[in-house]
């Protein structure tokens, strides 16, 4: 049952989303970009999608740049605390036969040129380019197997599970939740649900 509570009291969360398969090539925002942004929300908990193995054991190598080469630096360097809120999730193999690989290709090459092409994080995040993205990583689901499709749901719920049980550990604090794009719609969704916490855009975060 949803809780309602005084939005003074409640924990404030702010999803944003990378498209960081991507960001191995080229883009016309840089790093320093995404790092700009978050240090000047200056969140309480910085949630990432990585395991509370990986963040204890250090194995950073494995990450996407996004993480690995600005988020956890910039935590490192400021009073930042990051909360892993990955979990270890057995995807099932991604089938995608015939015509629906030529479709496939096409539709994540068009997610790379508006990640290439957006001006900042923040436009990625907003307007035309986060739902067009959003739509685009939808289109790719349906493409592939079923059990691939859950894989990706069940994700999403296991996010959102994680950052509920952050929120619940520091009642009060205001949670920034960086992910890839495809799961912001799916993680705010579900976060709406639940009263104790205040889904908020980053700058009133």
Not at 29 to 43: G, H, K, R, T, Y
Not at 111 to 124: G, H, K, N, T, V
Not at 137 to 153: E, K, P, V
Not at 167 to 185: I, W
Request: proline share 5%; charged share 25%; with cysteine.
């Amino acid at each position: 049952m949803s809780i309602t509570i005084a939005n003074d009291q409640r924990t404030r969360v702010a999803v944003l989303g990378t498209v960081a398969e991507f960001h191995e090539g080229a883009i016309s925002f840089d790093m320093s970009n995404l790092l700009e942004l978050v240090a000047s929300i200056n969140p309480d908990l910085l949630c990432l999608d990585i395991t509370p193995q990986q963040w204890r054991e250090r194995e950073f190598d494995v990450l996407p740049p996004d993480y690995r080469d600005a988020l956890l630096p910039l935590a490192r360097q400021t009073d930042i605390v990051v909360a892993p809120i990955g979990g270890e999730i057995d995807w099932p193999a991604e089938v995608v036969a015939g015509w629906r690989i030529m479709v496939t290709c096409r539709l994540r090459s068009w997610i790379s040129a508006i990640q290439r092409r957006a001006p900042s994080p923040e436009a990625l995040n907003r307007g035309w380019r986060h739902e067009l993205v959003n739509t685009l990583y939808y289109a790719t689901r349906r493409l592939t197997n079923s059990d691939r499709r859950g894989g990706a749901r069940a994700h999403a719920d296991y996010l959102t599970e994680q950052v509920l049980a952050v929120s619940q550990r520091d009642p009060g604090a205001r949670l920034l939740v960086v992910v890839n794009v495809q799961y912001c719609h799916l993680i705010r969704e579900r976060l709406r649900k639940h009263g104790e916490v205040m889904v908020t855009g980053l700058s009133e975060l």
